[in-house]
């Protein structure tokens, strides 16, 4: 919803389609790994064999940033180290399935930053898929509540 589909099939859309194929690995590939790795390991080597696969597109397309593009660039780095690594501890901590909804709330959080930031409006696919993720995430966040309570009840006897 938030990639406002057509009804049209273009060539763009397989990379789309890759896209998420390869977060659905990373996400299961992090899950298991939390078995016998740290998160800290986990994503240390996530971000190594990512910074290693984009070296050749970066210097087919490098452009010097400013000093202050820089700063950014390294800011945007440090949070998503930070970010990765919260994912890593999420990862190893609960199931995937209901790990990755809260991961997608990224996207409403990225809508709500660009209308704040740059006063972009959000459309009505936009806003239906922030609603979806949104209450996907409340579903399952109230589901394991429910699960935790029913497992720490005590049987009447």
Known sequence: MI???HGGV????????LSAILTSS???SM???SSTEA???????????????????????WITPSLIQTGWL????????????FLARAYDAGEVSIVAPFDFMRLPIAALFGFLVFSELPDAWSIAGT?????AAVYLLRRGQREQEKATAKPVK
Do not use: C, D, H, N
């Open 74 to 85: 390294l800011f945007a780095g440090v949070l998503g180290v930070v970010g990765q690594e």
């Open 131 to 135: 609603l979806t993720i949104i209450s």
């Open 3 to 5: 990639v406002k589909p």
């Open 26 to 28: 990373a996400m299961i």
């Open 31 to 33: 899950k298991s790994l």
């Open 10 to 17: 273009e060539p763009a859309m397989l990379f789309a389609l």
């Open 39 to 61: 998160p800290t390991r986990i994503v240390f080597y996530f971000m190594l064999f990512g910074t290693l696969i984009m070296i050749p597109p970066a210097v087919l397309t």
